[in-house]
């Protein structure tokens, strides 16, 4: 693995917030508490509090999760919620420094309509959209696009490498100086900056250039989510951030390092991926009451029928409530082939320990307190030990109530920036800037920096 040429001390830190309205995987019950309204996931004003919130703790972003398909059986958040784009280009005439983070699926977008979203949003905030590039982890979205069956990992992925590569080509259809709005020359574009891309690829064929010019940040941020072999090295080739799953320390260990070494192999700047574990915070007065908290969260949600319910969305949306529950879980191994890695997984786990269906749904969802459960110093103490062993570089952070959000926000944050390793104010006013990302010089004019050389 390359070095870090950084010093320890200017290694900081990073924050992001995931909104989660009425209530994402693991807060089924969240929206029956009288703090949460029954319409936030809908209301542009609970999202644009939120950011506002997170921006006055320093957070480096605002990171809207999505999907494009659901069943009754879905968490109360993703049943009825806004579009990333859309909500995120309101968000950010609120906002002034905070990144905006809106995931959008490369296997169900067209290149050329989606980056020029991304870039809307790029621009309507001043420099600090980031897009985070998934391939769709429900298999039946298939079905929303005319196709009868997800398409392939390889082909997921292999579309999504160059779903990439076109927008970040789209998106330099214009060199900086492109407009000089001349107006006694009469000269308002000048047309030798302006670049078609003529892209005839596997997946692609789009001509450009895009109608809209580079931002104040040079180029949307590119963020990834997905952990498999091909994920990685989806990541190691394009992604400027991650969202990890987070898990256990051991295997977060494991996963920052594997895919840092795997994107300096690749000639990159390791601290040039940023990588944000997701983590759940329960933070209370004392670790009593956090821990005794956080056991009332899981009594809250722990229904069975809903968590049978839910262990369907590993494979393609399946009915579970079709199997006898005591007999032995069902070789399903060919619903998880299109799907992510949960299912195949759960295959595995179930098969070797030959447990029954009921065992199952028991096994994958009993209480394990999270890692980050307790007072303001212990939850700091573990954000910082896992940041400090490499585990992380910064964290999505779900919380249920805007409460929540505020406690930490007043408690924990401080906490962080008296041990030196959080900001006390915003490096930048772009994403790129305050996650310490290079600015992307237009590949037009590096060429002619080589050419005139
Ligand atoms: C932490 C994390 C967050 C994800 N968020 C989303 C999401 O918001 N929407 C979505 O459609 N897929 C999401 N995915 C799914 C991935 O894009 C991918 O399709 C899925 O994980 C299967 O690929 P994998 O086996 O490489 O992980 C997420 C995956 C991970 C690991």
């Known amino acids: ?39 936030a996931s809908v209301d542009i004003g609970y999202y644009i509090r939120l950011a506002k919130l997170a921006e006055g703790g320093l957070f480096d972003a605002f990171f809207v999760v999505d999907s494009q398909f659901i069943n009754a ?43 020029r979203r991304v ?74 900056k302006l670049h078609a891309l003529d892209h005839d690829g596997e997946h692609f064929k789009v001509a450009g250039p895009l109608n809209l010019a580079r931002s ?7 963020f990834q989510s997905g952990v498999s072999e091909d994920g990685r090295n989806l990541a190691a080739r394009i992604a ?16 920052y390092a594997d895919v840092k070494q795997r994107a ?37 949600d722990n229904d069975f029928d809903r968590k049978l319910a839910f262990l369907g969305r590993a494979f393609g949306a399946y009915d579970f409530s079709q199997h006898d529950l005591d ?31 009921r065992q199952t749904v028991e096994a994958v969802s009993q209480y394990k307190p999270g890692p980050f459960t307790g007072s303001p110093e212990t939850v700091a103490d573990a954000l910082q030990h896992w940041w400090q062993t490499r585990a992380a570089d910064g964290f999505n952070l779900h919380f249920r109530l805007t409460e929540d959000v505020e406690y930490f926000i007043g408690a924990v944050v401080p906490i962080l920036q008296q041990r030196g390793i959080f900001r006390t104010e915003y490096e930048a006013d772009t994403l790129r800037g305050n996650l310490g990302l290079p600015f992307p010089v237009s590949r037009h004019a590096r060429e002619q920096q080589l050419v005139d050389a």
């Not at 400027?240 to 996963?255: F, N, Q, T």
């Not at 032995?328 to 179930?350: I, K, S």
């Open 119 to 192: 870039a809307s949003l790029d621009h309507i905030s001043g420099g600090r959209a980031g897009w985070n590039v998934v391939t769709s982890f429900d298999s039946q979205v298939s079905k929303n696009f005319g196709l009868d069956q997800h398409l392939d990992y390889a082909t997921r992925y292999g579309r999504a490498l160059e779903f990439v590569e076109v927008a970040r080509g789209l998106w330099d259809s214009y060199e900086d100086d492109a407009f000089p709005a001349d107006v006694e020359r009469g000269i308002f574009l000048d047309p030798a």
């Open 240 to 255: 400027e951030g991650i969202y990890a799953p987070g898990g256990a320390l051991d295997e977060s260990v494991a996963y």
């Open 73 to 115: 059986s879905y968490p109360s958040h993703y049943l009825n919620r806004l579009e990333p784009l859309t909500l995120l280009s309101a968000v950010a005439t609120h906002t002034t420094s905070i990144g905006l983070v809106a995931t959008a699926s490369s296997t169900y977008n067209s290149p050329f309509n989606l980056a």
């Open 327 to 357: 007999a032995p879980f069902p070789d399903l191994t060919h619903l998880t082939e299109r799907g992510g890695r949960r299912g195949a997984d759960l295959v595995r786990q179930a098969t070797d320990n030959r447990w029954t269906l």
């Open 216 to 222: 104040r940040q040079g180029q949307p941020v590119i």
């Open 264 to 300: 300096a192999a690749l000639g990159r700047d390791p601290r040039h991926v940023v990588i944000f574990n997701s983590a759940s915070p329960v933070v209370a007065a004392t670790d009593e009451q956090a821990r005794a908290r956080s056991r009332e969260i899981f009594e809250e």
């Open 1 to 39: 693995m390359a070095k870090p040429t950084e010093s320890p001390a200017s290694r900081k830190l990073h924050l992001a917030l995931a909104p989660l309205g009425v209530g994402g995987p693991g807060q089924d019950g969240l929206w029956k508490d009288p703090r949460v309204a029954k319409n």
